[in-house]
C-alpha cells in the first residue's frame, strides 16, 4: 500500500462546478498537509498549506483534513479553465528536521469553457 | 513568476559533457531543495541542503553532484549522464533551515535532454 493515494484522473468539469479533489494516506504521524498546483512545462505552486486537522479557505480554493480518517480534500469553488492543471498533495511528519514530502501521484484537472 | 529562479530553462547534452543547473532564491530561505520530476509522477527528492550544509541525500548517483555556494545559490553539477536522467529538474526553498512542516517553494525547473 502506498502512504499517500491520490486518484490520477483525469477529471473533466464544466466551468462553473465546484470540483473536489482528494487523497489518503496510511501514516498516522503526518501532520503538515500541502496542495501543490502545477502547470504544465512549470514547476509545483504551493497553494495551500494546513497543519493537523481543519479547514483553511483561501479565496475559492478549500482545504480540508480529517485526520481521524486519513483524508484530505481540495475544493474549488466556481472553478474556471485556468485551473486546468495537475493537482498535488504533499504531506510531512513532524519530527525534528524531517523535511522528505511524501506527494500523491497528482490529480489531472480539465475544466471545460 | 516565481520567487525561486532556475537556469536555464532547457539543455540538452551528451552523455560525456559536463553542465551545470543553477537556482537562486532571496526568499531568505535556509534550506534547498533538488528534485527531478519525470513526466506524470511527482517530484522526487535528490538533495538537501540546510544552513549551506548538505543534510539529505537520497542515495543520488555520484554523476550528480550539489553544491551550495551561499544561502541564495544551489548548483547541481551534471557528468557523465545517461539517457534515463533526462527530466525536469527542481529546486525549492524553505524556511526556517528547512525544520519540519515548513512549506516548500518551488521554481519552474530545467528540462533536461541526454542525447
Known amino acids: 500500500q502506498k502512504e499517500v493515494e491520490q486518484d490520477p484522473g483525469p477529471l473533466s468539469v464544466p466551468e462553473g462546478a465546484i470540483v473536489s479533489l482528494n487523497c489518503t494516506y496510511s501514516?498516522?504521524?503526518?501532520?503538515?498537509f500541502m496542495w501543490y498546483r502545477q502547470y504544465s512545462r512549470k514547476g509545483p505552486e504551493l497553494l495551500m498549506y494546513t497543519y493537523s486537522s481543519g479547514n483553511k479557505e483561501d479565496g475559492r480554493f478549500t482545504a480540508q483534513v480529517d485526520k481521524s480518517s486519513k483524508y484530505i480534500s481540495l475544493f474549488i469553488r466556481d472553478s474556471q479553465p485556468s485551473d486546468s492543471a495537475t493537482y498535488l498533495c504533499?504531506?510531512?511528519?513532524?519530527?525534528?528536521?524531517?523535511?522528505?514530502?511524501?506527494w500523491g501521484l497528482g490529480t489531472s484537472l480539465a475544466v471545460n469553457p | 513568476d516565481t520567487e525561486v529562479t532556475q537556469t536555464p530553462k532547457h539543455l540538452v547534452m551528451g552523455m560525456t559533457n559536463k553542465k551545470s543547473l543553477k537556482c537562486e532564491q532571496h526568499m531568505g530561505h535556509r534550506a534547498m531543495y533538488w528534485y527531478k520530476q519525470k513526466a506524470k509522477k511527482p517530484p522526487e527528492l535528490m538533495f538537501v541542503y540546510s544552513y549551506e550544509k548538505l543534510s539529505i541525500n537520497e542515495s543520488v548517483p555520484s554523476r550528480f553532484s550539489p553544491e551550495c555556494p551561499n544561502s541564495s545559490l544551489l548548483n547541481l553539477h551534471l557528468h557523465a549522464l545517461q539517457p534515463e536522467d533526462s527530466a525536469l529538474y527542481l529546486c525549492a526553498s524553505s524556511p526556517m533551515g528547512g525544520a519540519a512542516g515548513q512549506p516548500q517553494h518551488f521554481g519552474d525547473g530545467t528540462r533536461l535532454s541526454i542525447l
Open positions: 504533499a504531506m510531512s511528519l513532524n519530527a525534528g528536521n524531517n523535511r522528505k514530502l511524501i
Open positions: 501514516n498516522s504521524a503526518f501532520q503538515y
